[in-house]
T-cell receptor, first 115, second 114 residues
Framework: DTEVTQTPKHLVMGMTNKKSLKCEQHMGHRAMYWYKQKAKKPPELMFV???????INESVPSRFSPECPNSSLLNLHLHALQPEDSALYLC??????????????FGSGTRLTVV | DAKTTQPTSMDCAEGRAANLPCNHS???????VYWYRQIHSQGPQYIIHGLKNNETNEMASLIITEDRKSSTLILPHATLRDTAVYYCIVRDYILTGGGNKLTFGTGTQLKVEL
C-alpha cells in the first residue's frame, strides 16, 4: 500500500459545527503532516507529527486541533471555523531518518467549505 | 531553506520535451533540490530530487548546474496528463527525527497542448 487516504473528500460545515478530518497510511511512515491550501495558492504547512508526537505547529489557531492516535492515523478536529477557513486540507506522510530524503506522499485532500 | 524562483507559466506541445527551470542561487552545500507537481484538485506528487549530480527516474530527469545555482526538470515526452503546477523546492536534509518542513513556493503552471 503506497497511498495516503483522506476522508471525507468533501465536507460542508456550519460555523458552530464540530467535525473531523481523517488521514490514514500503511507505509510504515513515522512522520505525518497537515497542510492547508487555498485556491490558486501553494500548500501551507500546519502541523507535523513524528513518532505520534506533535513536533511542529505553525502557529495554527486553536479551532484546529490535530491528533495522532497511532502511527497510521492522523486526525484534524475542527470547531467554530470561519468561512475563510474554507480550503483544501492535505495530509502527507514520510519516513523519518535517512528514508525521509525520498520525499513525502500526499493524500488527495478534503475540500472543506465553511458556511 | 533557500528560496527558489520559477516562471509563472509555460506551454508545451504534446510529445515534446518540457523543460522547467528553477533558480536557487542561494542554495547551500547541504540542501537538496526537490520537484513535486500538483494536478488540479489533487495532492502534490513527488517527482524527483537531487543534490549535485543529474538524476533520472521513470517520471523525469533533473539537471543541476555545476555551481548548483539552478536546475531544470525535464519531462522527456510530455502528455496532456502532465498539465499541472510544478514546484521546485530546496530543502536542507536534517536528521532531526522530528520531521522537516516542506515549504512550497508559487510553482510553474505547465500546460501541455495538442
Amino acid at each position: 500500500d503506497t497511498e495516503v487516504t483522506q476522508t471525507p473528500k468533501h465536507l460542508v460545515m456550519g460555523m458552530t459545527n464540530k467535525k473531523s478530518l481523517k488521514c490514514e497510511q500503511h507505509m510504515g511512515h513515522r512522520a505525518m503532516y497537515w497542510y492547508k491550501q487555498k485556491a490558486k495558492k501553494p500548500p501551507e504547512l500546519m502541523f507535523v507529527y513524528s513518532y505520534e508526537k506533535l513536533s511542529i505547529n505553525e502557529s495554527v489557531p486553536s479551532r484546529f486541533s490535530p491528533e495522532c492516535p497511532n502511527s497510521s492515523l492522523l486526525n484534524l478536529h475542527l470547531h467554530a471555523l470561519q468561512p475563510e477557513d474554507s480550503a483544501l486540507y492535505l495530509c502527507a506522510s514520510s519516513p523519518l531518518g535517512k528514508g525521509e530524503i525520498y520525499g513525502y506522499t500526499f493524500g488527495s485532500g478534503t475540500r472543506l467549505t465553511v458556511v | 531553506d533557500a528560496k527558489t524562483t520559477q516562471p509563472t507559466s509555460m506551454d508545451c506541445a504534446e510529445g515534446r520535451a518540457a523543460n522547467l527551470p528553477c533558480n536557487h542561487s542561494t542554495i547551500s552545500g547541504n540542501e537538496y533540490v526537490y520537484w513535486y507537481r500538483q494536478i488540479h484538485s489533487q495532492g502534490p506528487q513527488y517527482i524527483i530530487h537531487g543534490l549535485k549530480n543529474n538524476e533520472t527516474n521513470e517520471m523525469a530527469s533533473l539537471i543541476i548546474t555545476e555551481d548548483r545555482k539552478s536546475s531544470t526538470l525535464i519531462l522527456p515526452h510530455a502528455t496532456l496528463r502532465d498539465t499541472a503546477v510544478y514546484y521546485c523546492i530546496v530543502r536542507d536534509y536534517i536528521l532531526t527525527g522530528g520531521g522537516n518542513k516542506l515549504t512550497f513556493g508559487t510553482g510553474t503552471q505547465l500546460k501541455v497542448e495538442l
